[in-house]
């Protein structure tokens, strides 16, 4: 149980365009989901939180007009990189919990993005 | 913010030999889990301990929070157990992740 997956697993762009990814909870609801990025050799960084019928928290540093995030069911989140650039090439990860009242999260297998 | 830190920052194993990895954290938490990254990138949940002890097999884990550090012990560890472990803390929900452990582990 609690399986997340994402797609596409890996992407590559030209400078300019917009990439759609999507995180799917396989076999639960999922209230609230959150989107990580990974740069080469590092650790995860939280993006944001998005809760389902609503807009997402972005943290500190994030551009939210960049970085759009739509959680449009219990089950689907989509996060868009919009007129991507090479510093935005990263490794995304999402996870989703159960329930608010749950800490646990389970992650993604992650989307490497490359930008040319 | 919570600060994070995971050492040793990398390490060589030996199949068979014990490791024990630590995360010390900056702040009164909720919120501790370990994770283990494979090489490929999959996050994989291996404990949600925000205190007190708990042991899954070759792995166990304890969290002193009162002293705000937790301890990752593997026994005789596999090659499979190669990658990087994540421990990732929170007030609530919302985790910050460590700087990691990197662990090899040769046959």
């Known amino acids: 149980g609690a399986v997340v997956s994402q797609h596409p697993s890996r992407v590559i762009c030209k400078s300019g365009t917009s990439v759609k990814i999507e995180c799917r909870s396989l076999?639960?609801?999922?209230?609230?989901m959150f989107w990580y990025r990974q740069f080469p050799k590092q650790s995860l960084m939280l993006m944001a939180t998005s809760n389902e019928g609503s807009k997402a928290t972005y943290e500190q540093g994030v551009e939210k007009d960049k970085f759009l995030i739509n959680h449009a069911s219990l089950t689907l989140s989509t996060l868009t990189v919009t007129s991507a650039h090479p510093e935005d090439s990263s490794f995304y990860i999402c996870s989703a919990s159960y329930d608010r009242n749950s800490d646990t999260q389970y992650f993604g297998p992650g989307t490497r993005l490359t930008v040319l | 913010g919570i600060q994070v830190e995971q050492s040793p920052p990398d390490l060589i194993l030996q199949e068979g030999a014990n490791s024990t990895l630590r995360c010390n954290f900056s702040?009164?938490?909720?919120?501790l889990q370990w994770f283990h990254q494979n090489p490929w990138g999959q996050l994989i949940n291996l404990f949600y301990i925000p205190s007190g002890t708990k042991q899954n097999g070759r792995l166990s884990a304890t969290t002193v929070a009162t002293e705000r550090y937790s301890l990752l012990y593997i026994s005789s560890s596999q090659t499979t157990d190669s990658g990087v472990y994540f421990c990732a803390v929170g007030p609530t929900d919302k985790l910050i992740f460590g700087t990691g452990t990197r662990l090899q582990v040769f046959p």
């Open positions: 076999d639960f609801q999922a209230t609230t």
């Open positions: 702040d009164s938490v909720n919120n």
